[in-house]
């Protein structure tokens, strides 16, 4: 038995034998859509959720669900914004809550004394039909000022990079500017940057987030 119940398989074991075996087998033929969970009350017995992927009834689903919990969090609502990146979306485990993007834990504060964390970012917007590749210190301000459709993604470097990504992607390069085509190369490394990233942004704050707890 674990989290104070087990499935049907097992209350057959314990069961099989005996008037409490035949009653609860017969009752199981008889009711399908039963709750095939067992507690230390014995068999549950009671409706089963609809649609779920076991037949357990709600009680002995959220039972399960906060076992699994325990190892893997639950994505909800942060009681507060993340003190680091400002997120609302945390993941809470039995001994507390941490920033679903940063990763910061919840009810941490950052030491006054220590300066905000610098993370330089190689950034790549697009504009209709064009890509700006720049460097910032600040993205969140320079691309404020900046017009663009989208974030594409960022790489973590700072004007070494970018003059590497601009020597990379000349061929592609408008004259005067940081403003590319965007043509199958660029298309190819920001894939590449971006894949299994919902949010450039997330991962900005996760490095900011790594940078300050580096330094605290």
């Not at 017995?45 to 779920?52: H, I, L």
């Not at 003190?83 to 504060?109: H, I, K, Q, T």
């Not at 004394?113 to 504009?127: E, I, L, Q, S, T």
């Not at 993604?153 to 005067?176: C, D, K, Q, T």
Request: charged share 25%.
């Amino acid at each position: 038995m674990e989290g104070g119940f087990f499935l049907h398989s097992t209350a057959e074991t314990a069961l099989g034998r005996g008037v409490g075996g035949r009653e609860y087998r017969a009752r199981m033929a008889t009711d399908a859509a039963a709750c095939t969970a067992v507690d230390e009350r014995g068999p549950c017995g009671a409706a089963s959720e609809p649609g779920a992927p076991l037949a357990l009834c709600t009680t002995h689903l959220l039972a399960a669900h906060d076992w699994v919990a325990r190892e893997h969090g639950v994505t909800d609502v942060l009681p507060g914004a993340c003190l680091v990146c400002g997120s609302r979306v945390g993941v809470r485990y039995p001994s507390g809550w941490v920033c679903a993007v940063c990763e910061w834990r919840l009810g941490e504060v950052p030491d006054a004394d220590v300066a905000p964390p610098r993370v330089d970012v190689v950034y790549y917007v697009r504009w209709r039909e064009r890509v700006k590749i720049g460097t910032s210190a600040n993205p969140r301000q320079r691309l404020a000022a900046i017009p663009h459709d989208e974030v594409l993604a960022f790489e973590r470097g700072g004007r070494s990079l970018e003059r590497r990504r601009h020597a990379e992607f000349a061929g592609s390069r408008w004259p005067g500017g940081e403003w590319f085509r965007f043509d199958e190369p660029i298309v190819r490394h920001v894939a590449e940057l971006a894949a299994g990233v919902a949010d450039p942004w997330n991962v900005y704050d996760r490095w900011r987030s790594e940078e300050l707890a580096r330094r605290t």
